[in-house]
């Protein structure tokens, strides 16, 4: 019987088998990513416009805020002078900062549960007749200026639907200056703001409705579900988190940054600042004035109000169904 000779060299399969215990994480990370490069190199264009005009602004915006800039001479740093301006010495931003927080803490959470209540609602219909109130609903939303229909009804002078019903039943003597009121512009504001929430959430609302597996409910009522909440909140919700998450972040966004419709309804500024915004008073130092570190430090702070307000509502949403 002749010797064979024993190769004692181990196979490429073994020599590819590394404990994950045996790497840092930025070298797993740095094999990972060459495992999967051909996915990487896929999503490379989105990523890179995505730094391109998401990340890249929020870097200078944080730069420019240290600075004095006006888009003309070169920027001066000034270290944190313009925060110790903004929160110390601006009147008016401290007014912008309760008006932003009044408006956000009263449109944000009733858009977005109404925007889920009516998608719930609607996805019980028959197809072609969910199909036909998402278009109503959906409808204000992307109708451009369409909201202006609401100055119409609150004209200022006896013309408009509001003063001409309320002078016709006399409850009022002179026709009310809606807009140009303090008493009032804010809160018609908020109703405007309300009427054109149905958006985006609520789409996606509809579209995680449509993808619950309906076995779920069935499994459900087998465990001891025993009404359409209980349902709601062990099973259909926990299903839709993704949903709820985005439809939260954008109604955040859009709570946080409604700024344009009240400068068409009740001007820039408004009376006595009575809906006068961060992002009015970004607006007025960054494209007024071109105070651009001023402005950028203004966004800052509302990019941080922003990003705390999306942490805390998905520390919310993780304890959906629990």
């Not at 004692?8 to 840092?24: F, L, Q, T």
């Not at 927080?101 to 209540?117: E, K, Q």
Request: a neutral charge; proline letters at 3%; one cysteine or more.
């Amino acid at each position: 019987m002749s010797d064979v000779p024993i190769n004692h060299e181990e196979s490429p399969a073994k020599k590819r088998a590394i404990n994950r215990g045996d790497m840092s994480k930025m070298q797993w990370t740095l094999k990972q990513m060459k495992i999967n490069k051909v996915g990487y190199f896929m999503i490379a264009p989105f990523f890179i416009l995505f730094s391109i005009f998401t990340v890249l602004p929020i870097i200078l915006s944080l730069f420019f805020s240290l600075t004095i800039f006006n888009m003309l001479e070169f920027p001066k740093f000034i270290f944190l002078d313009n925060y110790i301006r903004l929160l110390l010495d601006d009147d008016v931003f401290l007014i912008a900062i309760r008006n932003t927080f009044v408006f956000a803490m009263v449109t944000g959470p009733i858009s977005y549960l109404l925007s889920f209540m009516m998608a719930w609602f609607i996805n019980e219909l028959s197809p072609k007749m969910r199909a036909f109130v998402t278009l109503i609903f959906y409808a204000p939303s992307i109708s451009g200026q369409v909201y202006m229909i609401w100055q119409v009804i609150f004209s200022s002078d006896q013309y408009g639907y509001a003063n001409s019903m309320l002078l016709r039943f006399n409850f009022i003597q002179t026709p009310i200056l809606w807009f140009q009121n303090a008493d009032y512009v804010m809160g018609l504001c908020i109703v405007v703001a309300l009427w054109l929430s149905l958006g985006t959430s609520f789409l996606a609302f509809i579209a995680g409705l449509q993808v619950v597996d309906r076995s779920y409910y069935e499994a459900g009522a087998v465990d001891g579900i025993r009404n359409r909440w209980q349902e709601l909140w062990y099973v259909t919700l926990p299903l839709m988190k993704n949903q709820l998450m985005f439809g939260a972040v954008m109604t955040i966004t859009g709570s946080f940054g409604f700024g344009a419709v009240v400068t068409n309804l009740a001007g820039m500024p408004s009376i006595d600042y009575a809906a006068h915004t961060i992002m009015h008073h970004l607006d007025d130092f960054g494209s007024a004035r071109f105070e651009m570190g001023y402005a950028s430090a203004i966004a800052t702070l509302l990019f941080c109000l922003m990003v705390g307000a999306n942490l805390l509502v998905n520390r919310l949403l993780s304890k959906v169904g629990t």
